[in-house]
């Protein structure tokens, strides 16, 4: 229908988000053409989100300000867990069972590679945790790492093959993940 034009348009920016299918996203549009105060909190946030989330210049994590909060604390354990988004950090805070530093490493190129260098020079790390969901590229991954950085004399270790290969963290309940870190191995 035409004179529906804003309200399909709303379905179909709602239906490129993930985990959103036509069903969800005619759904959650109606709800929204309904409702219009949840609608403004809605588009507030959003436009928040928008304008002060940013990458933090150090490891990547998201952050309100060019240093996280993580980073800025001194007073975190002296490892690293390396983790393939920002999304692994709030699933590992949450967790309670970690208290070191991360490195959210998406691609791997020079500039990543001297960034992680400086961090570990810089928050003087003993050990490097490769905190990546297991699988055969993770693996081939954290060998070039530990190659990478063999010279700076650090510990390195894996987490816990708690977590079943092949399963993103995000499919892992919050327990488990933390005793995959716990129950971290040397390697
Ligand atoms: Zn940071």
Redesign the pocket.
Known sequence: MKDLTSLNELIEALEELPSIGKKSATRLALFLAKDKFRAMKLINAIENVVTNIKE??????F?EYE??????NPNREKTLAIVENPKDIMIIEESGSYKG??FVLNHLDDEKIQKLKNLIEEKEIKEVIFAFSPSVESEARSLYLEDKLKDLGVEFSQIAQGVPTGVHFENVDINSLAKAIKLRHKI
């Open positions: 933090c210049t150090i490891c990547g994590n952050s240093i996280c909060e993580i980073c800025y530093y991360y």
